[in-house]
């Protein structure tokens, strides 16, 4: 009960949640069998080149080129035998910090198919608009036609683009090389609900470069 004794001081408080940190790895999948067997009959020359490959090199560049295009929130990002750990520290919410990692691993994961496009000879831009995260990629194709690639993340889900392939088993080819690197740098990728059409392209046929390089 109030006292009027002496000096008093009665003050609304807030009282910090002791620091929590949440740490998470994911963990690297290995590539399906189907698709080395299909790489070992089309492309041996690229199945062994595969083995060669250094990943926690790579998978860096793509975490550099992440931390220079958007802010990790405090969070603490590394490369981590083939994958990515994070760790964070939390004195709100814990969704709200699932939430900033989430963000960040999603560009990763982007830069490192971006990385996978490289690798394969697109030259890459990647863009966040509109709330989401586009990457685009072009490079010389068998005709005077650049190859294209388009990946999307956003609201609506993930969609992978192939456009301006000479034929249709040119386009499975680079398709089976993509998933293969990209499994190969830890992110499974299926293409599902696939549409394919096309037709062959006419010689002559000139579709301008949109000079595309590296955001």
């Known amino acids: 009960?109030?006292?009027?004794?002496?000096?008093?001081?009665?003050?609304?408080?807030?009282?910090?949640?002791?620091?929590?940190?949440?740490?998470?790895?994911?963990?690297?999948?290995?590539?399906?069998?189907?698709?080395?067997?299909r790489l070992g009959q089309d492309d041996p020359?690229?199945?062994?080149?595969?083995?060669?490959?250094?990943?926690?090199a790579l998978l860096g560049r793509a975490l550099d080129r992440a931390r220079e295009a958007q802010d990790?929130?405090?969070?603490?990002?590394?490369?981590?035998?083939?994958?990515?750990?994070?760790r964070i520290?939390?004195?709100?919410?814990?969704?709200?910090?699932?939430?900033?990692?989430?963000?960040?691993?999603?560009?990763?994961q982007l830069e490192v198919l971006g990385v996978v496009c490289e690798l394969l000879?697109?030259?890459?831009?990647?863009?966040?608009?509109?709330?989401?995260?586009?990457l685009e990629g072009e490079k010389h194709g068998a005709t005077g036609v650049h190859e294209?690639?388009?990946?999307?993340?956003?609201?609506s889900g993930t969609e992978v683009r192939f456009e301006h392939f000479s034929s249709d088993e040119a386009l499975a080819l680079e398709q089976r090389r993509f998933l293969a690197l990209a499994q190969k740098l830890g992110i499974r990728v299926r293409l599902v609900r696939e549409q394919?059409?096309?037709?062959?392209?006419?010689?002559?046929?000139?579709?301008?470069?949109?000079?595309r390089g590296k955001a």
């Open 45 to 56: 020359t690229f199945l062994g080149w595969l083995d060669t490959i250094d990943i926690d």
């Open 121 to 134: 000879d697109f030259e890459v831009e990647i863009s966040a608009r509109a709330g989401g995260l586009f």
């Open 196 to 211: 394919r059409a096309g037709q062959p392209i006419k010689p002559g046929t000139v579709h301008p470069h949109k000079g």
């Open 1 to 37: 009960m109030p006292c009027d004794i002496g000096y008093r001081s009665v003050a609304s408080a807030t009282i910090a949640a002791k620091p929590e940190t949440l740490e998470s790895r994911a963990a690297a999948p290995g590539i399906d069998q189907e698709l080395l067997d």
């Open 148 to 155: 294209y690639i388009s990946i999307t993340f956003d609201a």
């Open 72 to 86: 990790t929130g405090g969070a603490e990002f590394r490369i981590d035998n083939g994958a990515l750990a994070s």
């Open 89 to 108: 520290s939390v004195t709100g919410s814990r969704a709200a910090a699932a939430a900033v990692v989430a963000a960040f691993t999603r560009r990763w």
